[in-house]
């Protein structure tokens, strides 16, 4: 998972304009107290939201916002990152979704079908935790469990292993461990072969580069080895383009470098 920053982005003034049409019913319905006239007009509007799935995949280089992967988490879907007619808690009780996020393009997220799928209308939150609502929209003061790839501290709770695994990043606290599990769990970061196979590749593949630009660096460390000083510069030239933001599952690429806790190869993916 790589941050997302959505800060002075805004999709066109057309699909903002409509997207303020559909609020404003939505609002007029559920004032009305109409619910299944309201959560109708969300399903019969996917269309809008759908529209904005290149604007999305632009934001994140073609990569799932959450795997990171661009066709082994299977094809993208416009996700609502909070629920849009139902919030699921931890135990499967539902509540009242943020449908008037429905076509708020805050909300939303690009996500291989194979977690969108999984998660559905799944967005538990701390207990004791503030709950957004229409009349007193406080999204931002929530304590939820799942990681949002638009929040840099989020992201930062994501680490990998050596065998493709999705795991908690060294020194998150109990409950930042929590969120690490669930989001996991309900997004299919691990369950899905595919998704961690080519993470213990791809691990594999920076470990040899890393090995082969240590030997490099020992070979030229006296001077009068330009051939191996070349060496080491190719290879620091393959860590960087495998852990730079653009190269898909790049984060798995930068922990298999911090976890090797060297200063010389940290400042290659600074």
């Known amino acids: 998972m790589r941050h997302v920053d959505l800060k002075g982005l805004k999709p066109s003034q057309r699909?903002?304009?409509?997207?303020?049409?559909?609020?404003?019913?939505?609002?007029?319905?559920?004032?009305?107290?109409?619910?299944?006239?309201?959560?109708?007009?969300?399903?019969?509007?996917?269309?809008?939201?759908?529209?904005?799935?290149?604007?999305?995949?632009?934001?994140?280089?073609?990569?799932?916002?959450?795997?990171?992967?661009?066709?082994?988490?299977?094809?993208?879907?416009?996700?609502?990152?909070?629920?849009?007619?139902?919030?699921?808690?931890?135990?499967?009780?539902?509540?009242?979704?943020?449908?008037?996020?429905?076509?708020?393009?805050?909300?939303?997220?690009?996500?291989?079908?194979?977690?969108?799928?999984?998660k559905g209308g799944f967005f538990p939150l701390q207990a004791g935790s503030i709950i957004s609502t229409h009349l007193k929209q406080c999204e931002e003061s929530e304590t939820p469990y799942l990681l949002d790839p638009t929040d840099e501290d989020d992201v930062a709770l994501l680490a990998f292993d050596e065998e493709g695994k999705a795991i908690s990043a060294p020194n998150c606290s109990a409950w930042e461990t929590e969120r690490v599990t669930e989001t996991v769990k309900r997004m299919k970061l691990n369950e899905h072969e595919t998704l961690t196979e080519e993470r213990r590749k791809l691990w594999q593949e920076v470990t040899r580069e890393i090995e082969n630009y240590y030997r490099a660096k020992v070979r030229c460390a006296a001077g009068g080895n330009p051939a191996a000083r070349q060496r080491a510069v190719d290879h620091a030239r393959n860590i960087r383009k495998m852990t730079r933001k653009q190269a898909e599952l790049s984060s798995v690429a930068v922990w298999c470098v911090l976890f090797r806790n060297d200063s010389r190869l940290a400042r290659l993916v600074a």
Do not use: Q
């Open 15 to 118: 699909w903002l304009d409509k997207s303020d049409a559909l609020t404003r019913r939505l609002i007029e319905l559920h004032d009305a107290g109409d619910i299944a006239g309201r959560n109708a007009l969300i399903k019969n509007n996917e269309k809008h939201w759908g529209e904005l799935k290149k604007w999305l995949l632009d934001r994140s280089y073609n990569k799932c916002w959450f795997s990171e992967a661009r066709d082994k988490y299977s094809h993208m879907d416009v996700e609502h990152f909070r629920p849009k007619t139902e919030a699921k808690s931890l135990d499967g009780v539902k509540r009242d979704g943020y449908w008037w996020l429905a076509f708020d393009y805050r909300n939303l997220r690009a996500c291989g079908n194979v977690g969108n799928r999984k």
